[in-house]
Nanobody, 117 residues
């Protein structure tokens, strides 16, 4: 029904910035809430941020003030701007559609972000 493809990951130095993109196909995202999650090796998948259909946002404490979630409904794309990156931000980053209860439903394949010291 919905296909999500993340892009924009890579290797950056601590203190640097990166912008991730999540492009959707199969249906419009305009009336869907979207979220970003990450998973580091050996750790549980962690919620990062979400944005609802009209633009209200929420952030986990670990990224608040450094990351910004946004959406461009005309391009059917959700973004995650990551600033002041730290080595502990190293993980595979996933986007997902969210239900009305903010539970993930459809997932992308993930994109690797590596932050070096």
């Amino acid at each position: 029904q919905v296909q999500l493809v993340e892009s924009g990951g890579g290797l950056v130095q601590a203190g640097g910035s990166l912008r991730l993109s999540c492009a959707a196909s199969g249906r419009t995202l305009s009336n869907l809430a979207m979220g970003w999650f990450r998973q580091a090796p050996g750790k549980e998948r962690e919620f990062i941020s979400r944005i609802n259909w009209y633009g209200r946002t929420y952030y986990a404490d670990s990224v608040k003030g450094r990351f910004t979630i946004s959406r461009d409904n005309a391009k059917n794309t959700v973004y995650l701007q990551m600033n002041s990156l730290k080595p502990e931000d190293t993980a595979v980053y996933y986007c997902a559609t969210l239900t009305g209860q903010n539970e993930p439903s459809y997932w992308g394949q993930g994109t690797q972000v590596t932050v070096s010291s």
